[in-house]
């Protein structure tokens, strides 16, 4: 009955690898958001689609691809992965409807080496 | 965040009440939150407050708001040692399109004591 659920919880890789990170929510909802959470917990948004189509789109590098199959999934493609890439990613998801109110999924933590 | 902005860590002995702050800087703001972040976990969300309210009451919990100031607090009632935690406050900024951004404070250091 998880709400936000994010794969893989944790992901160790070398520097210059592909990786993914997969989000879905069960919860209806037709917005979905990734967020970075950096060493000092600082968080920001990256991305945000609504109903399958980008909305934000933060000062990101090209190497940072969302995707969204449908409304209930978003992906996360990073290419050519840099140490500084290092961080806690969270998805996080809403309805258009009423408060929109942001529900978090647990969080991958990405660790490049 | 720039643009929101807590003191970075709070110590209290468990059973007092503790009270964390935030200042934020866009008056636009529609509604503001509070997370909660234990070590190693996501987010959790503890309450919200509506831009046009003064205050909001969920059991130990308590949000003031001054708009005039733009201060928010989260005052916990019977502070317990599972309070403790990082709280992240939170702004909804004028939506882009169709999704609101939320903008984060730096996060507060909840430390309990026995």
Partial sequence: DTAVSQTPKYLVTQMGNDKSIKCEQNLGHDTMYWYKQDSKKFLKIMFSYNNKELIINETVPNRFSPKSPDKAHLNLHINSLELGDSAVYFCASSSTSGRETQYFGPGTRLLVL | ?114
């Fill in chain 2, 1 to 114: 965040g720039e643009d929101v902005e807590q003191s970075l860590f709070l110590s209290v002995r468990e059973g007092d009440s503790s009270v964390i702050n935030c200042t934020y800087t866009d008056s636009s703001s529609t509604y503001l939150y509070w997370y909660k972040q234990e070590p190693g976990a996501g987010l959790q969300l503890l309450t919200y407050i509506f831009s046009n309210m003064d205050m909001k009451q969920d059991q130990r919990l308590t949000v003031l708001l001054n708009k005039k100031d733009k201060h928010l607090s989260l005052r916990i009632a019977d502070t317990q040692t599972g309070d403790s935690a990082i709280y992240f406050c939170a702004e909804t900024l004028p939506s882009s399109g169709s999704a609101r951004q939320l903008t984060f404070g730096s996060g507060t250091q909840l430390t309990v004591l026995p």
